[in-house]
C-alpha cells in the first residue's frame, strides 16, 4: 500500500487542490471584508472610508439663519461675526480633519436677543467694526401642520445697544 | 467550506465589466472634481484612515495633484484591464486617498464616496483572485465568454449597500429612538437645505403628517436594507424601497451628490442583473484557463 492510498485527499489532481486552497483564500477575504466593514464603524465610528453614516441622524425642531448688514445696507458675511452655520445634515465636525471657527449659531438652538447683542458687539470691538449693524434673524420652528416663521430684525451700535423692531 | 460553495458560482463578467467601468467613471469624475482648502486647526479627532499623515503632506496642494494624476491614470489602465491586478489596487489606493484628502482638509463634507471607495476594494478583490482568468481571457478572446464573475463579488457588493444603509438607521434610532420621524425634523431641513420648488418639497412643507409617514418610511426601509442579503425578492423590494427614497432625496435636495449611492443601488437592488442576463452557474474554473497551468506564471 502505497501513500496515496492512505490518504485519498494526495489522490487529488494538482488543480483540484490549488482550486480548494484559492477558494480558502478567497473565502478568507470575504470574511475579511465584512468583519471590518461590520466592526470599524462601531469600533472607529467616522473614519473614512468607514462611516455611521450619520447624516440627518438628530431631530431639531427648530432652527434659524442670521443676515449682517452694515449701516450702508451692505450684506455681510455673518462667519465675520461668529454667526455661521457649520451644519449640512451631519453633526458638526464629525469625520472632518478642520476644525470649524467657533460660532454662536448651532443648528437647531436659538439663542435670546441679548446673547446675540453682546456676542456682535464683542466682536464689532474686538475687530474695529464700525457700527451700527442691522442684524435680521429668520426664525423656523415646527408647528402642526406647517413650519412657523418669525422674523427679527436689531440694531447693533458698537457702544450702545438699540432695539429697532422686536 | 462546501455551504459556502454557491459564493464561487460563475457567471460570464458583462455585469462586472460594466459596474467596473461605472466604479471608474465615478473616480474620474472625483479626480476631476476642484477641491477647496478649509482654513482652521487640525481636528484632534481622526477623521481618514490616513489621518496619520504629517498635516504637511495632508495640507500639500502638489501631494493632491499627483493624487489626482495617479487615479486618473490607474483609472484608465484599470478600464482597459491592463497591468491589473496592480491598477486596480493603485486605483483603490488613490481613490482612498483622494476623498481622504478631502475630508481631511474641510470643515463639512457628505458621506457621496463611500459606497463607491468600497465597491471598487470588492472590484478589486475580483481582479485579484482572478487575474490568471480574466488575463487569459484577453489573451484568448473569450474574456467576454468565460465565466470569470463570481457570486461573490456581486454579494459582497449587496452586502454593503445593505450595511451601509441600515447603519444609517440604526444611528438614527441611537440618536433620537422611533420618533426620529416625527415630520418636524424633515420639514426643517427641506426649508433650509431643499429645493422648495420641487414638488416632493411642497408635499412635505405642506403637512408634517404626511411627512412624519414618509419620514418614518424611510427609517424602516434604512433599517431593513441588510435583510437584502437573503433573498433575491427581498434584495428587489429592499431596492425598490430604497430607489423611492432616494428619488425623494435626490429631488429634495439636489446639490447633495448621493446621485452616485442611487445609481450604484439600482445596479445592485434592482433587477439589473435580470436585465444584464447575470446568471450564475456551479462553475469550478473555465476550461480556457485551468488553475493548474495558470498558478506558475504569479
Redesign the interface.
Known amino acids: 500500500m502505497n501513500r496515496s492510498e492512505k490518504n485519498p485527499e494526495l489522490e487529488l489532481p494538482v488543480s483540484a487542490r490549488r482550486n480548494g486552497h484559492r477558494k480558502l483564500i478567497e473565502l478568507l477575504a470575504i470574511a475579511a471584508f465584512v468583519v471590518v466593514n461590520l466592526l470599524a464603524p462601531i469600533v472607529f465610528g467616522e473614519l473614512y472610508p468607514f462611516t455611521v453614516s450619520p447624516m440627518f441622524s438628530d431631530q431639531p425642531s427648530q432652527y434659524c439663519t442670521y443676515q449682517i448688514f452694515d449701516s450702508a445696507g451692505q450684506e455681510l458675511d455673518p462667519e465675520q461675526f461668529g454667526l455661521h452655520l457649520v451644519y449640512d445634515g451631519n453633526p458638526p465636525g464629525l469625520g472632518m480633519g478642520i476644525v470649524p471657527k467657533p460660532t454662536l449659531h448651532a443648528f437647531g438652538d436659538v439663542v435670546d436677543e441679548s446673547t446675540v447683542r453682546q456676542h456682535v458687539q464683542q466682536v464689532m470691538k474686538q475687530s474695529n467694526v464700525p457700527g451700527p449693524l442691522t442684524i435680521k434673524r429668520t426664525h423656523v420652528a415646527g408647528g402642526e401642520p406647517r413650519l412657523k416663521t418669525t422674523v427679527d430684525e436689531w440694531t447693533v451700535a458698537p457702544s450702545k445697544v438699540e432695539a429697532k423692531t422686536p | ?1 462546501s455551504k ?1 460553495d454557491w ?2 458560482d460563475r457567471a460570464t463578467p458583462r455585469f462586472g465589466q460594466m459596474t467596473v467601468w461605472l466604479l471608474l467613471l465615478f473616480a474620474v469624475v472625483l479626480a476631476l472634481s476642484p477641491i477647496e482648502f ?6 484632534e ?5 490616513f ?1 496619520w499623515l504629517p498635516a504637511s503632506l ?1 495640507q500639500n496642494q502638489a501631494i493632491f495633484t499627483c493624487v489626482r494624476a495617479g487615479l486618473m491614470i490607474s483609472a484608465a489602465l484599470w478600464a482597459l484591464r491592463i497591468w491589473i491586478p496592480f491598477s486596480c489596487w493603485t486605483t483603490v489606493a488613490c481613490f ?1 486617498l483622494m ?2 484628502l478631502r ?9 457621496i464616496f ?1 459606497v463607491t ?2 465597491l471598487l ?2 472590484h478589486a ?1 475580483w481582479f485579484h ?1 482572478y487575474r490568471h482568468e480574466i488575463r487569459s481571457g484577453i489573451q484568448e478572446g473569450t474574456f467576454w465568454t468565460d465565466k470569470n464573475y ?1 457570486r ?1 463579488v456581486f454579494w ?1 457588493c449587496v ?2 449597500l445593505g ?3 441600515s ?2 438607521g440604526f ?2 434610532l ?3 429612538g422611533p ?2 420621524g ?1 415630520g ?2 424633515m ?3 427641506v ?3 431643499g429645493w422648495k420648488a420641487s414638488p416632493l418639497a411642497q408635499v412635505m ?6 411627512t412624519a409617514v414618509l419620514q418614518t418610511g424611510a427609517l424602516v426601509i434604512e433599517c431593513l436594507s441588510i435583510v437584502a442579503i437573503f433573498h433575491w425578492a427581498l434584495r428587489y423590494l429592499v431596492g425598490f424601497g430604497l430607489i423611492g427614497f432616494y428619488i425623494g432625496v435626490l429631488g429634495t435636495f439636489v446639490t ?1 451628490g448621493f446621485h452616485f449611492n442611487a445609481i450604484l443601488v439600482a445596479m445592485f437592488l434592482l433587477p439589473c442583473d435580470r436585465l444584464f442576463g447575470l446568471n450564475f452557474d456551479q462553475t ?2 473555465p476550461p480556457s484557463a ?4 495558470i ?1 506558475t506564471d504569479d
Not at chain 2, 479627532?45 to 484612515?49: C, G, K, L, R, Y
Not at chain 2, 412643507?205 to 404626511?210: Q, T, Y
Request: aromatic share 18%.
Open positions: 467550506m459556502l459564493l464561487f478649509d482654513a482652521g486647526p487640525r481636528s479627532h481622526p477623521a481618514t484612515v489621518s495632508i482612498t476623498w481622504s475630508m481631511e482638509n474641510l470643515t463639512n463634507g457628505a458621506h463611500n471607495n468600497m476594494v470588492i478583490m483572485f463570481p461573490w459582497l452586502f454593503y450595511w451601509f444603509h447603519l444609517a444611528t438614527k441611537a440618536c433620537c420618533a426620529w416625527n418636524t425634523s420639514q426643517l431641513w426649508n433650509l437645505f412643507l405642506f403637512d408634517s403628517r404626511l447633495f469550478e474554473s485551468p488553475l493548474s497551468t498558478t
